[in-house]
């Protein structure tokens, strides 16, 4: 595998290694949602890399050369010496279909040797849970699927997926990567600390919560809450999201931020499904605790290549590519280059560094081994081709 790092902007155009070749097969893109709306950056890639798929969304901030930024398009062009790639998409109307997409999708790429796919869905229009169980119970655990979904920055007025054309809001897409030579790690973690008493979700309807032990659900959030920060709700929230735990499953947990608030009916609405009768606990962090989280993302999706890695000559490359959660953008303002610089610190130096601020990461667990939604977390995937 040969990786390359390269940029497009209105301002300084097509920006690329001198010794780049244009021989691509696919070139991951993320950037900002309003200049993804525009043909020339496009234009510049197709014309640049005219035999590869290009793949990518919109973003709340491009993680590119260990940094963040906004004003760019950031990719990253991949030459596969083995793996064969196929791409896959589907339109999504309503929320409500997104499980019914999500298996339609996973069909397109289902084979006996696929091997791992790349996932990249509208961040607004789609529930995050549905679309994982989907994949998950359609490709089964051998599969592993990495992803997330499109982000607008803190805007939330539209996310765009593309999969060859130029991108468009209501679209899930997918990559598959088939064959024997594919190396696939992953990991994903928050950094967040749990706190205060554990409250059993009562009644709820799909990503709304409604009760926690049988009392309106923000009614018992906000009690823990100071006044400044009841007043600044639903942003605050981004502070204080949720830990949920499955009671029937040890260690599966996933975290849930808020994405709005019903003052009126006293209930919150989440990125992903509330389960009736699973547990939650309030969380906090710091900026440390969430650097820490970064790391250790990536070094499990770097230990899980590091085999292949170890035994493939100096010039040959891998991908490593980081999804972070637009709320942990937000909480850590400009102090945000510290996760990735932690996450970068664990990954091979050799490989392409590429990301994207989300609005919600989908990767394995380690507790059901199928691909889920995870909120507030650092998620890193890392590709490299065994010889």
């Known amino acids: 595998m040969k990786t390359h790092e390269l940029s497009w902007s209105a301002e300084h155009?097509?920006?690329?290694?001198?010794?780049?070749?244009?021989?691509?097969?696919?070139?991951?893109?993320?950037?900002?949602?309003?200049?993804?709306?525009?043909?020339?950056?496009?234009?510049?890639?197709?014309?640049?890399?005219?035999?590869?798929?290009?793949?990518?969304?919109?973003?709340?901030?491009?993680?590119?050369?260990?940094?963040?930024?906004?004003?760019?398009?950031?990719?990253?062009?991949?030459?596969?010496?083995?793996?064969?790639?196929?791409?896959?998409?589907?339109?999504?109307?309503?929320?409500?279909?997104?499980?019914?997409?999500?298996?339609?999708?996973?069909?397109?790429?289902?084979?006996?040797?696929?091997?791992g796919v790349v996932v990249l869905s509208d961040g607004l229009n789609v529930n995050g849970s549905e679309l994982a169980a989907g994949l998950g119970e359609t490709l089964g655990k051998s599969v592993p699927v990495c992803g997330g979904l499109a982000g607008d920055g803190a805007n939330f007025a539209e996310t765009r997926v593309g999969i060859g054309g130029l991108p468009r809001p209501g679209v899930i897409a997918a990559i598959g990567l088939y064959g024997k030579s594919i190396r696939i790690g992953y990991g994903s973690e928050g950094g967040w600390e749990a706190f205060g008493p554990i409250r059993t979700i009562t009644r709820s309807r799909g990503n709304v919560l409604l009760e926690l032990d049988g009392r309106p659900a923000l009614d018992l959030y906000e009690r823990y809450l100071g006044p400044e920060d009841i007043a600044a709700l639903p942003g605050s929230a981004l502070r204080y999201p949720l830990l949920i735990r499955n009671p029937d499953i040890a260690g599966h947990e996933l975290v849930r931020t808020i994405l709005s608030i019903d003052r009126e009916?006293?209930?919150?609405?989440?990125?992903?499904?509330?389960?009736?009768?699973?547990?939650t606990q309030l969380m906090r962090s710091n900026f440390n605790r969430l650097a820490d989280g970064a790391a250790e993302a990536a070094e499990q999706a770097s230990g899980m290549v590091e085999p292949a890695v170890g035994g493939l000559p100096d010039a040959a490359g891998g991908v490593s590519l980081m999804i972070s959660c637009i709320g942990r953008r937000l909480v850590m303002g400009q102090r945000v280059v510290r996760e990735i610089e932690a996450a970068g610190a664990c990954l091979p130096e050799r490989f392409s560094t590429l990301g994207f601020y989300s609005y919600g990461e989908i990767a394995p667990h380690a507790a059901t081994g199928l691909c889920e939604l995870r909120n507030q977390t650092m998620t890193v995937m890392t590709l490299a081709e065994a010889g």
């Open 13 to 115: 155009g097509l920006q690329r290694p001198a010794d780049a070749a244009g021989d691509a097969d696919l070139v991951l893109y993320f950037g900002p949602r309003e200049l993804l709306g525009s043909n020339a950056w496009h234009k510049a890639l197709s014309d640049a890399y005219g035999g590869a798929l290009l793949f990518g969304c919109s973003s709340g901030g491009q993680i590119a050369a260990r940094d963040v930024g906004d004003e760019a398009v950031n990719a990253v062009a991949i030459k596969f010496d083995h793996t064969r790639i196929r791409p896959a998409s589907v339109e999504i109307a309503s929320a409500q279909d997104s499980r019914t997409c999500a298996r339609a999708l996973a069909e397109q790429l289902a084979a006996p040797d696929l091997a």
């Open 265 to 279: 009916q006293r209930t919150m609405t989440f990125a992903g499904d509330m389960p009736k009768g699973w547990t």
